[in-house]
T-cell receptor
C-alpha cells in the first residue's frame, strides 16, 4: 500500500533562518506531488506541484522554493524565513497518468512557527 | 478558472441531528468533486468523491453528497451527527492541466457537535 510521510512534525524557527521540510512517498511510482499551506482559520493554498523529477510549478510568488531530487521525494525550502511563513504545511500526492482523478493523499503535516 | 465556495465557516449541530455542509463550485469543464475531513493537527482524509458516475456519492463514516449540476452544488450530509464528527471539512474541485492535476479547496467549514 502507498504511504506518505513528512517531517519534521513541528518546527520553531527564528526570522531569517533557513527552512527544509521533507516529504517522501512509498508504494507508488511517478506520483504527482504537492505542497499546500494552511494558515490559521483559512483554507488550503497550493504552493507548488510537480509532475516529475525536477519539474516544479510554483503557484504563488513567495519566499519559498521546492525541489524534487528523486521520484518520490519532495522538499520545501527557504533561505530566509519571514514571520508570514508561519503555518501548517501539507505534502500530498496523487496518481498520475490516465488513471488520475485528482484525489489527493496527504501527509501528517508540519507546523512551522516563525518567531 | 475553477473555484469552490463553502457556505458557513462554522456549523453547530446537536448529537443525533442532521448534518448539512454546503458547497458550490464553478468549473468550465466537467468537474471532479471531493469532500475531505481534517482533525486537529492532522492531514486531510478523503470522505468521498464524485468522478462523473452516480450523482449520489456515499463515503466513509455515514456521509454522503449529491452532485447537482443545475445548482452547481455538492452538499455534504449525514443523517445523524456523532461527537466524533467534530472536525473541519473541506470541499474541493480538481482540474487537469499540463499533465498535473490541480485541486482547488474551499475555505473549510468547522463542524461542532453538541452533546
Amino acid at each position: 500500500s502507498q504511504t506518505i510521510h513528512q517531517w519534521p512534525a513541528t518546527l520553531v524557527q527564528p526570522v531569517g533562518s533557513p527552512l527544509s521540510l521533507e516529504c517522501t512517498v512509498e508504494g507508488t511510482s511517478n506520483p504527482n506531488l504537492y505542497w499546500y499551506r494552511q494558515a490559521a482559520g483559512r483554507g488550503l493554498q497550493l504552493l507548488f506541484y510537480s509532475i516529475g523529477i525536477d519539474q516544479i510549478s510554483s503557484e504563488v510568488p513567495q519566499n519559498l522554493s521546492a525541489s524534487r531530487p528523486q521520484d518520490r521525494q519532495f522538499i520545501l525550502s527557504s533561505k530566509k524565513l519571514l514571520l508570514s511563513d508561519s503555518g501548517f504545511y501539507l505534502c500530498a500526492w496523487s496518481v498520475s497518468g490516465g488513471a488520475r482523478t485528482g484525489e489527493l493523499f496527504f501527509g501528517e503535516g508540519s507546523r512551522l512557527t516563525v518567531l | 478558472a475553477q473555484s469552490v465556495t463553502q457556505l458557513g465557516s462554522h456549523v453547530s449541530v446537536s448529537e443525533g441531528a442532521l448534518v448539512l455542509l454546503r458547497c458550490n463550485y464553478s468549473s468550465s469543464v466537467p468537474p471532479y468533486l471531493f469532500w475531505y475531513v481534517q482533525y486537529p493537527n492532522q492531514g486531510l482524509q478523503l470522505l468521498l468523491k464524485y468522478t462523473s458516475a452516480a450523482t449520489l456519492v456515499k463515503g466513509i463514516n455515514g456521509f454522503e453528497a449529491e452532485f447537482k449540476k443545475s445548482e452547481t452544488s455538492f452538499h455534504l450530509t449525514k443523517p445523524s451527527a456523532h461527537m466524533s464528527d467534530a472536525a473541519e471539512y473541506f470541499c474541493a474541485v480538481s482540474e487537469g492541466r499540463g499533465g498535473g492535476f490541480k485541486t482547488i479547496f474551499g475555505a473549510g467549514t468547522r463542524l461542532f457537535v453538541k452533546a
